[in-house]
C-alpha cells in the first residue's frame, strides 16, 4: 500500500493576508461602483464644489447678472483687456519657468501677483454679488438657489459651445 501525500497546512498569515486583499478589492470595487452610479468622477467632484464666480453671476436674474458684469469691468479697468492682462501673465509665467538658470524665487512672485490678482477679482465679484442678492426678494433669493442647483444637474458645457 502507498500513502496518500499529505498536504501541507496553509499558515495562519496567508490565510489572513488573502482575507484581507479580498475586503480591500471588495471595497475599491465599491468605490468605483458607486462613482459610476453617480454619473462618473467629474459628476461626482462638481457636486461637491462651490458654484464659482461663473456660477453665481449665470444663476443671478439676467438685469442682476449685467450689473455685476458691468461693476467688475469698471472696477477692473486700467487701459489694458483683460486679454491683454492674461497674455502678459502667461509670458512672464513661461519666462519664469524657462529661465536659464531657473529661478524658483521669481516664478513664486509671478505666481504671487497672479494669485493676487485673482483674489482681488474674487472679493470684488463676490462684493458685488453680496450686495445683489441683499437687494433681492426672499422669493427672487430661492430662485437664484434654485437656478444654482440647476446649474448642478446641468452637464457641463463642450468646449465648441
Known amino acids: 500500500m502507498t500513502d496518500a501525500p499529505t498536504r501541507k497546512p ?10 484581507v486583499s479580498l475586503g480591500l478589492n471588495l471595497l475599491v470595487l465599491g468605490v ?9 468622477p467629474q459628476k461626482v467632484i462638481e457636486a ?6 461663473i456660477g453665481l453671476v449665470r444663476a443671478l436674474p439676467e438685469d442682476r447678472g449685467l450689473t455685476v458684469r458691468t461693476e467688475l469691468r469698471e472696477e477692473f479697468r486700467d487701459g489694458t483687456s483683460f486679454l491683454q492682462r492674461r497674455r502678459k501673465q502667461t509670458r512672464d509665467l513661461r519666462e519664469a519657468i524657462t529661465a ?10 509671478v505666481m504671487e501677483r497672479e494669485r493676487g490678482q485673482v483674489l482681488r477679482f474674487l472679493e470684488a465679484g463676490h462684493g458685488i454679488i453680496l450686495v445683489q442678492l441683499a437687494d ?3 422669493e427672487e433669493r430661492a430662485q437664484f438657489v434654485d437656478k444654482l442647483s440647476e446649474q448642478r444637474r446641468r ?3 463642450s468646449k465648441s459651445d
Open 48 to 53: 461637491n464644489t462651490p458654484p464659482g464666480l
Open 136 to 138: 433681492m426678494t426672499d
Open 10 to 19: 496553509v499558515p495562519l498569515w496567508l490565510k489572513i493576508t488573502l482575507v
Open 100 to 109: 536659464v538658470p531657473f529661478d524658483a524665487d521669481v516664478l513664486e512672485a
Open 155 to 157: 452637464p457641463p458645457r
Open 32 to 40: 468605483i461602483g458607486g462613482v459610476a452610479l453617480r454619473g462618473g
